[in-house]
């Protein structure tokens, strides 16, 4: 079993993992994290959770298949959580275009590590694997890009250049790449709360779709 | 000699290397861009030049020392023409705000490649290399906010949140990773042309300020 065959079919892992798949997972990211994926070895990862080299693969496939199923389930929650936020949000463009920054930078914000190897490694996926997760980023930007487009189709939003769905397109992609930037950054950048983060960045937002 | 020790004084590399130098330059990024340093090996890199292993030795001290040459020049020469830019924009810091996100827009749209090794690659380098690296990314971010902070303290710019230097590093730090993601872009995204890029994203950028 590679990169290229899901696990066991319906599991979302480290979300629906067994708790030593989880533990490794965790040991994982931190790693992934610090160095990447491409450097970083199984016995690395089994060193770090106290196990053998070899026990990895009683819980995933290769390194490459734990990769993978690290880097989904980071996006599948995101992708889950920002369909949840956008139901919430009622039918005001403005609320829903809030609440998408919201839960974006909460993400980028409070799961810095995760959020950043996610948005890193994804491009060190095998294939097909790659592909799913181009998907389901796509997804995700379509999301916003809806939002955006309601907008304007109800005359609250006015972007810049035009408004198509292309310039709709190109604002949601500025607005879920300065949210998603926020896991780059060190601990000791822009000392704010969550809450006061959360609300520059809708702020920020708003502007850029001239709300 | 490492990626610790620079290489000949003074020297700016592929800027103001030999004709060789420049060639193994050109291959490498076009390798660090597919697949990424980490899993770029030397032969990769003169295989794609059609020279023998060992010859990258007389031009580089190792892989590490080309990588960080590499990312070190295209920061120098991004950092250098942002303040030549800067410079020739005037006083005016809507003036200057638009020479800068122009100047970044042509950056990562004109010289993807590039950009994005530098962007992605320099969290790579050995210590020293990364520190050199980070300075002048610094160094750059602080060209950008301090004609944010120009802005505010002339009283044209107006930011979310609060009016302060940090409020303008925030804000600063959104407007050129918006540019730098440009780099990101597969060349199927937003056909534009660059024009029409860059007048779209000055005008986002003046909108983040609140201009």
Redesign the interface.
């Known amino acids: 079993m590679t990169a290229e065959t899901p696990p066991q079919p319906g599991a979302r892992l480290p979300i629906g993992g067994t708790s030593i798949q989880a533990r490794i997972a965790e040991a994982a990211i931190e790693l992934f994290y610090a160095r990447?994926a491409?450097?970083t070895t199984v016995r690395d990862i089994t060193s770090a959770c106290g196990l053998t080299p070899g026990a990895l693969y009683n819980h995933f496939a290769s390194k490459d298949q734990l990769l993978y199923v690290l880097v989904r389930d980071v996006h599948l929650r995101a992708d889950d959580e920002l369909a949840e936020a956008l139901a919430r949000a009622g039918d005001v463009p403005a609320c829903q275009l809030a609440a998408a920054v919201r839960l974006l930078v909460a993400h980028a914000a409070g799961q810095r590590k995760e959020s950043r190897v996610a948005n890193?490694e994804y491009?060190?996926l095998a294939t097909s694997g790659r592909q799913e997760v181009t998907t389901i980023r796509r997804r995700l930007r379509d999301r916003v890009t809806d939002v955006v487009e309601t907008g304007v189709q109800s005359g609250t939003f006015t972007l810049?250049?035009s408004q198509d769905r292309?310039?709709a397109?190109?604002?949601a992609?500025?607005i879920a790449?300065?949210c998603a930037?926020i896991s780059e950054w060190t601990s000791q950048h822009?000392p704010m709360t969550m809450a006061?983060l959360q609300?520059?960045y809708v702020?920020?937002a708003l502007?850029?779709v001239?709300a």
Do not use: E, F, K
């Open positions: 990447g491409v450097a890193r491009t060190a810049v250049g292309a310039a397109a190109l604002t992609n500025v790449t300065m930037n822009h006061d609300d520059r702020q920020m502007r850029l001239g």
